[in-house]
């Protein structure tokens, strides 16, 4: 499903963010990557995204080389992929239901369609009493909510959490990971990086360990040592 | 496609009703800018106004001997009309008009009219006076025709030559009081542009992140920029309205002061008799600064 081939990321010659990284994520993976504070998580999340390009390598997802492909088969492959940060990413001047809402408009879904399956999703997360409230009026918790919401409500084949977790509490923690474990079992791939060991730990699934911009590690069922 | 354009517009209009201080302030500094870009051409109006008045003073005159017969003359007339298109007014005058002009013009001056009485004829030639748009080589080619046609055997004199200086001088100022014009409208537009370009670039700053999430969520870039390029055609055309409506009011208002200062000067009419242009200069300045201004700002993000 996304395959990365000796990529290096080089923001200037003095900053080497990732270093001849090769590894391959098959559909219906969990794969953690795990890694210090500024070890290449986040870079390596934006490059899945085609956010960013490598400055070396090569990244292919299902099969499409990123480095090759235009602009628009970049945006069909962002709305392949469902995404969870730490900061949540919302729209602050869309409503709780607009947030979500946009994401269906970005796909070209029918208006109708969209009001029908809003409701549902934002029922289902426990934010369907805050339809109308702006982000800025939702606790850490309802916002982490939001962004699930909006990265499952089309469907995604793969999820990319980027530190999902690293705003909040143990409680909310543990069910956005129980999440994204359902998720997997349902047959989505999902990339999850973060450096909390708890998490990694408890999980049992593969885990690619990086360190200074370079994999040091990749284990089956890993655990998470640095 | 219309589906897609509807969501573009609901977006635009939704974000516009949320930032109302950024709508106004927006509309604010356009209004501004636009007033300004109005006022350029309000001025460009009062000044061709005086340069027009300016080049209606410069004449010449072909004076004509005694014994030509005023068919004659008429007949020059309508010859150096037809050979000379750009003449904006050529006028004959008897002598007998050149004398009445004359008493009526020194009536006062008591040795002049003696003088006169001494003389006991009128002393005063036909003439034709030729008034074009003020271009000393259009004076001077016309003179110099005149003295190498067949006419010139009825010519006593054309006082080109004793004007020359002047004329040069006065067409000299004018094209100078022109380029002027040009150079400092250029820059006074040019400032604007980019007083309306930061503020509308700052707003698009403040929708920094917005837009990186919507380029995660897969957004193509024409649903990125659509909102704001919409929001720049509304801040266009509300600032357009607000303007057109008071380049009206105060054409209006100021007229009996600019007809003191310039008389003949009719500023309202003149707003009047060139509202399409100045609905073109506003509505084009406006949506065309507001749509480039909110294409260049997104476009930096998108890139990113």
């Avoid at chain 1, 999850?192 to 408890?202: F, M, P, Q, S």
């Amino acid at each position: 499903m996304i395959k990365f081939v000796k990529v290096t990321k080089i923001y200037s010659p003095n900053t080497v963010v990732l270093k001849d990284v090769s590894f391959e994520i098959k559909k219906g993976e969990f794969v953690s990557i795990v890694g210090k504070s500024g070890a290449g998580k986040t870079t390596l999340v934006n490059l899945i995204l085609g956010l960013e390009m490598p400055t070396e390598g090569e990244i292919y997802f299902d099969g499409l080389n990123l480095n090759e492909v235009d602009n628009f088969k970049i945006q069909e492959i962002r709305r392949r992929v469902g995404t969870i940060y730490q900061d949540y990413k919302l729209l602050p001047k869309k409503t709780v239901y607009e947030n979500v809402a946009y994401v269906m408009e970005v796909e070209g879904r029918e208006t109708e369609e969209i009001k029908r399956e809003v409701p549902k999703i934002l029922e289902v997360i426990g934010l369907k009493n805050k339809i109308n409230n702006f982000p800025s009026e939702l606790s850490g918790g309802e916002k982490q909510r939001l962004a699930i919401a909006r990265a499952l409500v089309n469907s995604p084949e793969v999820i990319i959490a980027d530190e999902p977790t690293g705003n909040l509490d143990p409680y909310n923690s543990y069910e956005v990971v129980s999440l994204l474990k359902k998720l997997n079992e349902s047959g989505k791939t999902v990339v999850l990086a973060t450096h909390d060991r708890e998490i990694i730990n408890k999980l049992g699934k593969r885990v690619i360990t990086i360190e200074e911009g370079k994999i040091v590690r990749d284990e089956a069922e890993g655990r998470f040592i640095i | 496609m219309f589906t897609r354009f509807k969501r573009v517009l609901k977006f635009a209009i939704n974000d516009l009703g949320r930032n109302k201080g950024i709508l106004i302030a927006s509309i604010f500094v356009l209004l501004a800018t636009m007033m300004l870009v109005s006022g350029i051409f309000f001025f460009h109006g009062i000044m061709d106004y005086l340069i027009t008045q300016i080049q209606n003073k410069i004449e010449i005159t072909v004076y004509f001997k005694e014994d030509v017969k005023e068919e004659d003359i008429l007949m020059v007339r309508d010859e150096i009309i037809k050979d000379f298109p750009e003449i904006k007014k050529i006028q004959y005058i008897s002598k007998e008009q050149a004398m009445a002009d004359f008493k009526k013009k020194h009536k006062d001056n008591p040795i002049l009219m003696r003088a006169l009485q001494e003389v006991g004829k009128n002393p005063l030639l036909s003439s034709l006076n030729i008034i074009t748009n003020g271009d000393p080589l259009q004076y001077e080619s016309i003179s110099k025709t005149l003295q190498i046609s067949n006419f010139s055997k009825m010519i006593e004199k054309i006082d080109f030559f004793e004007k020359k200086d002047t004329i040069n001088k006065i067409y000299s100022i004018i094209s100078k009081v022109n380029i002027f014009g040009i150079i400092s409208g250029f820059i006074l537009v040019l400032m604007a542009v980019l007083v309306v370009f930061s503020t509308i670039k700052l707003t698009i700053e403040n929708s920094k992140e917005e837009i990186s999430t919507m380029r995660i969520v897969g957004a193509s870039d024409w649903f990125i920029k659509g909102p704001f390029v919409i929001q720049g055609v509304i801040y266009g055309i509300i600032a357009f309205s607000i303007c057109f409506f008071l380049s009206g009011i105060i054409s209006y208002c100021l007229k009996p002061q600019i007809e003191d200062i310039l008389p003949g000067f009719n500023v309202f009419n003149y707003f009047l008799t060139n509202w399409w242009i100045f609905v073109l200069i506003q509505l084009g300045f406006g949506v065309g600064v507001g749509v480039l201004s909110a294409l260049i700002g997104v476009k930096k993000y998108l890139d990113i």
